[in-house]
């Protein structure tokens, strides 16, 4: 069974930075690329990054470019999100998706970490 | 920049059928081939229900189907069933590799 497991979120000060973590199983991690996607309450998902599956390439959202960093780490089945001069707008559930295999399709998500930027 | 946009609700009956769009505003979206669909249900994580436009995954409903005309592609509900209430959201990606999502549309059934 495919799994994506968020940790990482938290209250934090605007300004501070945060680290999100991503453990999969269940799949080959290293064949596929990874998404963060995030849901400010009561809004709807936002894309904001994507790593292929070799880490190569990397895309972002021009809302957190500059501020985000995406890295994976193949050998742990690790996905990381660096967030770094947070703002209170980056208040949200926080998911990690798969891309579906030679799809740009989100195919299976995590449960979501919440990140709380707030003085 | 590029954008999706969504009707903000939409509504039915059970046993009808309904259509969501989902248009493209601006010049960068893909050409539709790679529109995705997700049905999220209040406090629940997002579902896949179409890829790469007309696609279905493995379990989800034949109830279920995605189409395009032009710049706005659909997705049809078909004998709509009360667990249909839920927000549906498409996404594509654009020619510059990044994704968008729209808006989001709350179905009342």
């Known amino acids: 069974e495919v799994q994506l497991v968020e940790s990482g979120g938290g209250l934090v000060k605007p300004g501070g930075s945060l680290r999100l973590s991503c453990e999969a199983s269940?799949?080959?991690?290293?064949?596929?690329?990874i998404n963060w996607v995030r849901q400010a309450p009561g809004s709807g998902l936002e894309w904001l990054s994507s790593i292929s599956s070799s880490g190569s390439y990397i895309f972002y959202a021009d809302s957190v470019k500059g501020r985000f960093t995406i890295s994976r780490d193949n050998a742990e089945n690790s996905l990381y999100l660096q967030m770094n001069n947070l703002r209170a707008e980056d208040t949200a559930v926080y998911y990690c998706a798969r891309d579906g295999y030679g799809t740009y399709s989100f195919d299976s998500w995590g449960q979501g970490t919440l990140v709380i930027v707030s003085a | 920049q590029s954008a999706l946009t969504q009707p903000a609700s939409v509504s039915g009956s059970p046993g009808q059928s309904i259509t969501i769009s989902c248009t493209a505003t601006?010049?960068?979206?893909?050409?539709?081939?790679?529109v995705s669909w997700y049905q999220q249900h209040p406090g629940k994580v997002p579902k896949l229900m179409i890829y790469?436009?007309?696609a279905r995954p493995s379990g989800v409903s034949n109830r279920f189907s995605g189409s395009k005309s032009g710049s706005t592609a659909f997705l049809t509900i078909s004998g709509l069933q009360l667990e249909d209430e839920a927000t549906y959201y498409c996404?594509?990606?654009?020619?510059?590799?990044?994704?968008?999502f729209g808006g989001g549309t709350e179905l009342t059934v």
């Open positions: 601006g010049s960068d979206v893909d050409d539709y081939n790679s």
């Open positions: 996404s594509s990606k654009t020619i510059t590799n990044t994704r968008v």
């Open positions: 790469d436009l007309n």
């Open positions: 269940g799949f080959s991690f290293s064949t596929f690329t």
